[in-house]
C-alpha cells in the first residue's frame, strides 16, 4: 500500500513569490493535514482538510492557505513569501473524521522549502 | 489548550543499553496518545498510539509506551537499543474535535557503539 506522498520534494523560491506544495494521502483516508517543522521551532500545526472542508486552522497568517480536491489530495499554497518560511512541510492523512474520534496520523517525507 | 512536554532534548545510550524517553501531557480529557520518529531529512513514522484500554502499549521496532494518567505521562520504552533507533524521537497529543495533533519538541537519541 503506498504511503503518503509529496511534491515536490524540494523547492527553492525568492522572497515575494508563490509556493504550491501538493500531497496525496493514503488509500481510503479522506483526512489530510498540514504541519510546518522549521528549525528550533518543531511541528506546528498549519490546516486541516476533511471530505473537502477546511476543519481547523493553525495559528498561521491568511498568506498560508489551501484546499482539498475531491480525490482527498490536497494543496498548500503560500504567498508572499518571506526568509522565515523556510522549512520543511509536512502533510499527513487520516480516516475520515467523525466526531468524538481521533485517528492516527500517517506523515509523508515533506517538501522542504527554501526562500532566498 | 493541550500540550505536550519532553523533557530530555539529548539522550545518549550505548547500544544493547535499555532507553526511556519521557513525555508529559496536559490536556482536560482523555487523550489520543502517539510516539513518532524522524531519521534527518525525513517524514515522521508512527511508532505506536495510545487510545484507550490497556495502558501498555506496544509499537513496532520493539518500543513500548505505558500511559499513567495519574502522572500525565506517556514514556517510550525499549529495552535493548540498536544503532539504526538514533533518531529524533516526538510524542504527540491529539483531540476528539479538532483534527490536529499538538506535538512535543523531540528527543534527540544517539546510540554509542
Known amino acids: 500500500e503506498a504511503g503518503v506522498t509529496q511534491s515536490p520534494t524540494h523547492l527553492i523560491k525568492t522572497r515575494g513569490q508563490q509556493a504550491t506544495l501538493r500531497c496525496s494521502p493514503i488509500?481510503?483516508?479522506?483526512?489530510v493535514y498540514w504541519y510546518q517543522q522549521a528549525l528550533g521551532l518543531g511541528l506546528q500545526f498549519l490546516l486541516w482538510y476533511d471530505e473537502g472542508e477546511e476543519r481547523n486552522r493553525g495559528n498561521f497568517p491568511p498568506r498560508f492557505s489551501g484546499r482539498q480536491f475531491p480525490n482527498y489530495s490536497s494543496e498548500l499554497n503560500v504567498n508572499a513569501l518571506e526568509l522565515e518560511d523556510s522549512a520543511l512541510y509536512l502533510c499527513?492523512?487520516?480516516?475520515?473524521?467523525?466526531?468524538?474520534?481521533?485517528?492516527?496520523?500517517?506523515f509523508g517525507p515533506g517538501t522542504r522549502l527554501t526562500v532566498t | 489548550a493541550q500540550s505536550v512536554t519532553q523533557p530530555d532534548i539529548h539522550i545518549t545510550v550505548s547500544e544493547g543499553a535499555s532507553l526511556e524517553l519521557r513525555c508529559n501531557y496536559s490536556y482536560g480529557a482523555t487523550p489520543y496518545l502517539f510516539w513518532y520518529v524522524q531519521s534527518p531529512g525525513q517524514g515522521l513514522q508512527l511508532l505506536l498510539k495510545?487510545?484507550?484500554?490497556?495502558?501498555l502499549v506496544q509499537g513496532i521496532k520493539g518500543f513500548e509506551a505505558e500511559f499513567k494518567r495519574s502522572q500525565s505521562s506517556f514514556n517510550l520504552r525499549k529495552p535493548s537499543v540498536h544503532w539504526s533507533d538514533a533518531a529524533e524521537y516526538f510524542c504527540?497529543?491529539?483531540?476528539?474535535?479538532?483534527?490536529?495533533?499538538?506535538f512535543g519538541d523531540g528527543t534527540t537519541l544517539t546510540v554509542k557503539p
Open positions: 504527540a497529543v491529539g483531540t476528539s474535535n479538532a483534527g490536529k495533533s499538538t
Open positions: 488509500s481510503g483516508h479522506t483526512s
Open positions: 499527513a492523512s487520516s480516516l475520515r473524521y467523525r466526531g468524538g474520534k481521533n485517528y492516527e496520523q500517517y
Open positions: 495510545y487510545f484507550s484500554g490497556d495502558t
